[in-house]
């Protein structure tokens, strides 16, 4: 492995890719790609250090220390929380829940539930979550890292709102996706299959072989029967128990996980695939919420997709399954795509995704392998891939904090800016998650709010000094905010709106929220 | 193209407009005969997308097939609780607050409608909906943005086309200018005082005049011609008319929004509006429960929105879809999963009202589509394709509908003569 990253770092050397830029705006392209925009003064740090190498660093994570994120990561308590605790409480919050609604049922009073919000934890740990979301991507040296998380996160959607998994969100990015966004697809893959926010979100958790009954309920069933008659069993009861397969899990997994939607499948595969996932779900809240298999649901029938044919074998049949989806082309090539329509351009050229997927190829679904084909494709550099592309809500928001020096607080105010442009963090209930595209979020009524948001983050923007002069406050803000890219248009009107003001402060913050809520800093 | 919008809007006939008399509709109402002339006349269309695939037999019953409740002991909704339409289907109970519609004919259900296109897959479907070309991914722009961009009669205000929520769906996106709105009250600036909200909403808007073309450059163009006309329109004065109460939350919300843009004058011609929650895979419910509470909202809005509206609904068309139904046997989680054909709801006085329209191939195993969805027995575009034609007056169908011509023939009378 060194010898290979040594090997790399050479060809890297030589092959240059950087000819019609200069080192600067090299540095702050990659800046605006790999990380979430450069912090004043990063461009020419980074052009110093030479891109390449700095890329060969960021691919690296694991190998930058990030001592400030692990002191802000510190004032999350959210970090910890354990699951089972989690999973407890929730539990009991539920059970609240149902009692105060009975209550009010039953005396015909809709205002008990009023005060009584048994659930406010668990909208609260959503809330933070958002906030450390935000935290990270502004802070951790790993930017690269944190992009990725953010790539997967959205790849492998899970919406917060969605019962169960209000509490099981931060396992899910804790524990499943971040320690493998820069890892092998195939680890992720599995990851999420096996975790429970996923489970929960696509119902695999409920997805059971028809006829099968858990142990447990054999008896008590059986019990039921004697007692009352199948009939009179509990209504609640009978609508409980799942009694067959749920194929949600089983076509997003084809559709939007690997193959695509353009990747070859038909409703039998889908079937096919959503039996042999029968079985994998969650434990109860008292034991934790975990994964389980159960072998009393799972399906031991025969099943034959793609080629391949799972004969009764268990866990290991999904296994099985999800190693072979991991590197079929179909999926090499939809996920190779999308990162480039992430990291290149909305419309990615051809050459930029041959090369991420023939990378994935030889690695087998190394993603450092696979990102480092994308960032040393020529397409990653020409003119018409750099500033080419509108950041996201998100995107924008944090590269505003970056350029802006402003520290993120632990209040709710940054989440909901982010929100307010049209794309709140983990509250996708689709499991498309967003899309990679810039129509999904530019539109009048969202560009509005970024100069809303645009002009609050100015008061409080802490790397541009006040300066009289108002030519030399528009340079600065260039250079600090733009790295030097600000358009003579931009720069013109500004200058424009400060001819009559005198004070400094008033001047600065005027100049400032034009220059984040105006095009040029909407482009990456 | 005879006038930017740009001149338009700057010269002065803000004044005009904001009567709902903008110059080119003046300079055309000779030539257009059966156009309704005057404010209040102007056909608007609004949509509501009930994104996640409704599960249509639920909400418009087929009380009279046993099949339909043999397929759902769990679910089936109780003959008993059926709120009955016509002996043979009913509304879900949580949409009683409809039944006065029906009986005054001026709602209509769609049922066994859907795309020609086999998918189950959401994003796939709703695409397909919103670009109105099943089948055809490439397809770039909205079956409403295509329109707006050939039927010309109409001339554009900023408001022509208006999409609730903070991001602009798939069926307004293309070259015709439209506007997504989170919340009316909000939209625009926020600086207190009005001299200095004015000054730097003329500093954006000169920066973003020199941002050229693309998306950012009209995105922010039409932003501002709006805020300036909602400015006229002064929304934060706005009281729903006859005690029309809305629900609480996103859908009450956005149809008091709607009725507000409407009564306004401000030349809005579609709204569109998303309505989430219809995934049901698991516990869907039946009487009560998790459809039956989402059932509930949506009856209580387009109620509240039919009162508030009041005379000005003869001109007002409201029209539900969804991507496609949910299977007809319910699942192993007392839920379903994705189906095939589903049901829409049409109100307002332009509908041909108190009939369900299309017709219905039963739920009889060999009539079901692969086996286990109800087939789809009519084409979504012909109901669309009605709709554009004979409430807002559509003359060129072929260009809102490539490689399909929605026929008269085909039209299912959902619109009265």
């Known amino acids: 492995m060194p010898l290979f990253l040594i090997a790399t770092a050479c060809v890297l050397a030589v092959q240059a890719p950087v000819q019609s830029l200069t080192p600067r705006d090299s540095a702050f392209h990659a800046l605006n790609r790999l990380a979430y925009g450069a912090r004043p003064g990063e461009a020419d740090s980074v052009a110093h250090v030479g891109v390449m190498k700095w890329i060969e660093r960021q691919l690296d994570a694991d190998h930058i220390s990030d001592s400030h994120l692990a002191e802000r990561e510190r004032q999350f308590k959210i970090l910890d929380y354990d699951r089972a605790d989690l999973a407890g409480r929730y539990r009991d919050a539920t059970r609240e829940r149902q009692r105060l609604q009975r209550e009010a049922a039953a005396s015909g009073d809709s205002t008990r539930m009023r005060g009584a919000r048994p659930m406010q934890e668990f909208r609260e740990l959503g809330g933070q979550l958002q906030q450390l979301a935000i935290v990270r991507a502004a802070v951790s040296e790993r930017q690269l890292r944190e992009v990725m998380v953010d790539f997967w996160t959205n790849h492998f959607n899970v919406f917060v709102g969605k019962g169960a998994d209000r509490f099981l969100l931060p396992s899910y990015i804790e524990e499943t996706i971040r320690p493998r966004a820069l890892g092998r697809f195939e680890d992720l893959l599995i990851a999420t299959a096996e975790s429970p926010a996923m489970l929960f979100y696509l119902d695999n958790a409920q997805s059971v072989a028809p006829g099968s009954t858990p142990p447990a309920q054999r008896r008590s069933a059986f019990l039921l029967r004697r007692r009352f008659g199948m009939n009179e069993m509990p209504e609640e009861r009978r609508q409980r128990r799942p009694t067959g397969i749920n194929e949600n899990y089983a076509r997003e997994l084809l559709e939007l996980h690997t193959l695509g939607v353009d990747g070859g499948y038909t409703q039998q595969d889908v079937i096919e695939v959503a039996r042999i996932f029968t079985g994998w779900s969650i434990e109860p809240p008292e034991r934790g919420s975990g994964f389980v298999f159960r072998d009393w649901a799972h399906d031991h029938g025969t099943k034959h997709v793609f080629g391949l044919t799972f004969q009764d074998d268990g866990k290991d049949e999904g296994i099985r399954l999800l190693k072979s989806l991991a590197n079929q082309h179909a999926t090499m090539h939809h996920v190779s795509a999308k990162l480039c329509a992430r990291f290149v351009a909305d419309e990615p050229p051809d050459g930029c995704v041959d090369a991420a997927v023939a990378a994935w190829q030889a690695s087998r679904g190394d993603m450092r392998a696979v990102l480092r084909a994308i960032f040393t494709s020529p397409d990653f550099w020409t003119s018409q891939a750099v500033g080419s592309k509108v950041k996201t809500p998100f995107e924008f928001v944090v590269s505003a904090l970056r350029a802006t020096a402003i520290e993120p607080d632990d209040t709710p105010r940054l989440a909901q800016l982010v929100a307010r442009l049209g794309e709140p963090l983990y509250q996708q209930p689709a499991p498309t998650g967003y899309a990679e595209t810039e129509a999904h979020w530019v539109n009048s009524g969202a560009l509005l709010a970024r100069m809303n948001a645009a002009m609050m983050l100015a008061k409080e923007c802490s790397s541009v000094p006040a300066i009289d002069d108002h030519a030399q406050l528009v340079d600065a803000i260039d250079q600090k905010l733009l790295g030097g890219t600000m358009s003579a248009h931009t720069k013109s009107v500004i200058l424009e709106q400060l001819a009559d003001i005198t004070d400094p402060e008033q001047a600065r913050a005027m100049a400032v929220g034009l220059a984040l809520g105006g095009p040029d800093f909407q482009k990456q | ?417």
């Open chain 2, 1 to 417: 193209m005879t006038i930017s919008r740009r001149i338009f809007v700057k010269s002065g006939g803000l004044a005009l407009v904001s009567l709902g008399l903008d110059p080119l509709f003046l300079a055309r109402a000779a030539f257009a005969a059966p156009r309704p002339v005057g404010p209040s006349a102007r056909p608007v269309l609004v949509c509501l997308f009930q994104r996640g695939a409704v599960d249509g037999l639920n909400m418009i019953v087929p009380h009279g097939e046993p099949a339909y409740y043999q397929d759902r002991p769990r679910i089936a909704i109780p003959a008993a609780d059926v709120v009955d339409l016509d002996g043979h289907f009913g509304l879900h109970p949580s949409l009683a607050p409809l039944k006065e519609l029906w009986d005054n004919k001026s709602l209509a259900a769609i049922h066994a409608i859907g795309s020609p296109d086999a998918t189950r897959s959401h994003f796939d479907a709703q695409d397909y909906m919103e670009t109105g070309t099943p089948g055809q991914k490439s397809t770039g722009d909205g079956w409403v943005n295509r329109f707006c961009q050939h039927d010309r009669e109409h001339a554009d205000t900023p408001f022509r086309a208006v999409a609730f929520g903070p991001q602009l769906p798939r069926i307004l996106a293309g070259t015709a200018p439209s506007l997504a709105i989170d919340d009316l009250q909000a939209f625009g600036l926020r600086v207190p005082q009005e001299g200095a909200r004015d000054r730097l909403t003329r500093a954006f808007e000169e920066l973003y005049d020199g941002a050229g073309t693309g998306l950012l450059a009209s995105s922010s163009r039409e932003g501002f011609e709006a805020v300036q006309m909602l400015k006229r329109a002064d929304p934060t004065q706005y009281r729903p008319a006859a005690g029309a109460d809305y629900p609480p939350g996103w859908l009450g919300k956005t149809l008091l929004q709607i009725a507000q843009l409407i009564k306004a004058d401000v030349g809005l011609e579609i709204a569109f509006a998303d309505c989430s929650g219809w995934d049901t895979h698991v516990n869907q419910g039946s009487s009560e429960g998790q459809l039956a509470a989402r059932l509930r909202e949506l009856g209580l809005a387009l109620a509240a929105f039919n009162r508030d509206l009041g005379e000005r609904t003869r001109n007002v068309v409201l029209l539900t879809m969804s991507e496609f139904g949910r299977t007809i046997r319910e699942n192993g989680n007392s839920g379903t999963d994705h189906g095939h054909a589903t049901a829409m709801l049409a109100l307002g006085g332009p509908v041909n009202g108190g009939r369900v329209l299309g017709r219905w191939p039963g739920l009889a195993v060999e009539e079901r589509f692969e086996g286990r969805d109800v087939a789809v027995t009519t084409d979504f575009r012909d109901l669309f394709g009605e709709i554009l034609a004979r409430h807002l007056g559509a003359t060129d169908l072929g260009a809102v509908f490539p490689g399909y011509t929605p026929s008269p023939d085909r039209f299912l009378g959902a619109i009265r003569d």
